[in-house]
């Protein structure tokens, strides 16, 4: 079953002083990204006529802000991050898959990204209607991120349109996908666990089934610009946090487990690629397993924790 919320400090006192550090991490960081917004699209009309300087414009942009968030996690919270896996290298093109508990998730691929110098180059999955939000969804839109609408036949064309405009122009990127559509919860592993037995595959125990054609196309359509996908497994300590929680500095441990498949070795059709794709969720659900019964991962070891320069 999924892992219960992270818990609040049972101590008033520090329950108010984390209120506090939640209310200014959250007011310094919203406001720096309104005021990146409006530089964004003041700058938006350098797209037409100086497309790759735009990019290279709103990835700095991304590294910073990004990268504020993980040094305000790191260095001012504490937030520890244990890696255990493959170490992939540095600056890959890649497709990267994880199990999505809460939006905590996000900024925990935060800090993988900046070990691997490719935080400014996330491109993220993201549902259709955040890009009317202010902050993350208008800054995504310059990042040219794909927000979906989970139903392939809307969707097929827009995502075919972003994987060529990375291939023609010969664009860096980790393209982020939860693929399981939707955060984990009870009711929704519930009817996840019917699904599964109703197409025949294994019943999973820490994560859904995940949606595959999304998956699948992105492996496909980029095949030739896409070094390695790697599948990522957030495990937390002591219960799952909210982004709140986050941003008020509760959380103090995060395990990471990093699969690296080369894109060279990956299933040729999309029959086999959709099968794989279940595969990996069913051996990510193996390693929560383990996980929730040792308290780490196996193979655990400390990646390098090396900063990005913009």
Known sequence: MPLAPLPEPKNPFKRYLHLFFGIVTGTVL??????????????????PIAPGLNRRLNRFFANSWWGWCDWWAQSLYGVQFIYSGDDPPIRENALVMAN???MADVPVIFAFAQTKKRLGDIK????????????????MYFLDCLYVKRDWNKDKTRIQKTFANLIDNNIPYYLMTFAEG???RPQKLSASQKYAVEIGIPVTEHVMV?????????????????DAVYDLT??????????WQWFKGLPKRVHLHVRRFPAS???????????WVF??????????????EHGAFPETRDLPAERMTA
């Open 30 to 47: 919203f406001s720096v990204l309104l005021a990146v917004n409006g530089i964004q699209m003041v700058l938006a009309i350098l797209r």
């Open 100 to 102: 999505h508990q809460e």
């Open 124 to 139: 993220w999955f993201v549902k259709d209607v955040i890009k009317w939000f202010p902050g993350p969804g208008w800054g």
């Open 182 to 184: 939707t955060r984990i």
């Open 210 to 226: 995940p949606r595959t054609k999304g998956v699948v196309a992105s492996i496909q359509g980029l095949r030739g610009h896409m």
């Open 234 to 243: 957030i495990g937390y300590v002591d219960g799952v946090p909210t982004l």
């Open 265 to 275: 070795e990956l299933p040729q059709s999309a029959e086999d690629l959709t099968r």
């Open 279 to 292: 595969e990996r969720y069913q051996e990510k659900d193996r390693l929560l397993a383990y996980y929730y």
